[in-house]
């Protein structure tokens, strides 16, 4: 059943085209608008929603910070991302008008259906982001927006948090639709983005030979460092997880813009540094912030691995590695800048003989809290 493929999340991270692409399946109406019929939560108090709270653990909150961009841009209601262990016991504010967001690919996670059980005594509507058909979580939330990323049977979930930010950024349009934040054919514009994208995850899988290759070489490392910003930087605390889940070696995520306050103290010669650039074709300045970030730490000696959109030349004199990617809005990059770090990890953790698909310590649903 793993497919030719030597381990189950070999196989599912290259079913990613596909699990966004079945995501996205289905959502629109003849006329090509998005209508989400499982959302059902009167449209009245959809629109009396003053804040949302996205609750979640492990890969699923760190889909839920990505999501958290790009809802707050849309929609301009405030989203909260709170770890599902974290938010019931802080006597979170939470009431009629607040949507409670719960993600998670097994349904079954404990500390998040308590966590949605707190949110709906509280009076907050729960809106369920699941992956597993007839779990638990759905069955206790209002509704729920089931992604179909398919089985993942890996402990690390890869394709899952593909599909995840997927359908998140599917209820931040509909929302933004319902609304009047958003016009129809801006709506339709990014789904027609967003429909590109398999293509372009498939355009990753097929480049990450070079990636794999570092990997392999890179099997004795003892730490790995994570940057991004914006929708990077939980994708850097993504990519950090997957390397401590797989191959047992430490790794931690940072914002960019925070290393000056602490984590650059860390930089000493040879110390690999993970950057996810953003586009340069993006609003700001953010692009360059962050090119600035990899040459500080070129400077201090550090082994930069630069994840960068195709034909960013400003990174090649700081960067010991570009992966390149197709370039996508600002937004959507996620989607591609984490395929090479999920490659990386299950490359590493692959060449240093462990076992990919069952990790030691974890388990694939955590039911207890
Ligand atoms: O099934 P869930 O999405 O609720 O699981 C949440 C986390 O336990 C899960 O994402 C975990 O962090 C994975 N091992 C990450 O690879």
Redesign the pocket.
């Known amino acids: 059943e793993k497919g030719g493929f030597r381990s189950f999340m070999d196989k599912e991270i290259h079913d990613q085209p596909h699990a966004v692409a079945d995501t996205l399946l289905g959502r629109t109406d003849a006329q090509g608008r998005l209508v989400l019929d499982e959302v059902r939560i009167d449209e009245s108090v959809l629109r009396s929603v003053d804040k949302i709270v996205v609750i979640?653990?492990?890969?699923?909150a760190y889909a839920g910070q990505v999501a958290k961009y790009a809802i707050e841009h849309w929609c301009r209601v405030p989203v909260e991302v709170e770890l599902a262990h974290e938010f019931r016991y802080r006597d979170p504010v939470v009431n009629e008008r607040t949507l409670v967001v719960a993600?998670?690919?097994?349904?079954?996670?404990m500390d998040?259906l308590m966590a949605v059980r707190h949110a709906r005594e509280q009076g907050a509507k729960v809106l369920a982001i699941v992956n597993t058909h007839g779990s638990t979580i759905p069955r206790e939330a209002d509704a729920v927006l089931y992604t179909h990323a398919g089985p993942e049977i890996a402990?690390?979930?890869t394709k899952?948090f593909l599909a995840q930010i997927t359908a998140a950024y599917l209820l931040g349009l509909y929302l933004a639709q319902l609304r009047g934040n958003m016009f129809a054919d801006e709506v339709t514009a990014i789904l027609d983005e967003l429909r590109a994208m398999p293509d372009k995850i498939q355009q990753v899988l097929d480049r990450a030979g070079r990636v794999r290759e570092i990997a392999r070489w890179m099997a004795d490392t003892q730490s790995v460092l994570f940057l991004g910003r914006h929708v990077g930087f939980p994708v850097a605390m993504e990519g950090a997880?997957?390397l401590k889940?797989l191959a047992y070696i430490h790794a931690e995520g940072f914002a960019a813009g925070e290393l000056k306050h602490g984590p650059i103290a860390l930089i000493e010669p040879g110390q690999p540094v993970f950057v996810i650039v953003p586009s340069p074709r993006g609003r700001d300045s953010l692009h360059s912030k962050v090119v600035s970030n990899i040459q500080e730490i070129r400077a201090r000696g550090a082994r930069t691995l630069v994840i960068a959109e195709d034909g960013d030349e400003a990174v090649r004199p700081f960067a010991d590695e570009v992966f390149y990617v197709p370039k996508s809005p600002t937004l959507l990059a996620p989607l591609l800048a984490v395929v090479p770090l999920q490659v990386f990890a299950c490359e590493l953790a692959t060449a240093k003989g462990l076992d990919v698909d069952q990790p030691r310590n974890?388990a694939k649903?955590?039911t207890v809290e």
């Open positions: 979640a653990c492990g890969t699923a993600v998670s690919q097994s349904g079954e996670t998040t402990v690390a979930s899952a997880l997957k889940e974890l649903s955590v």
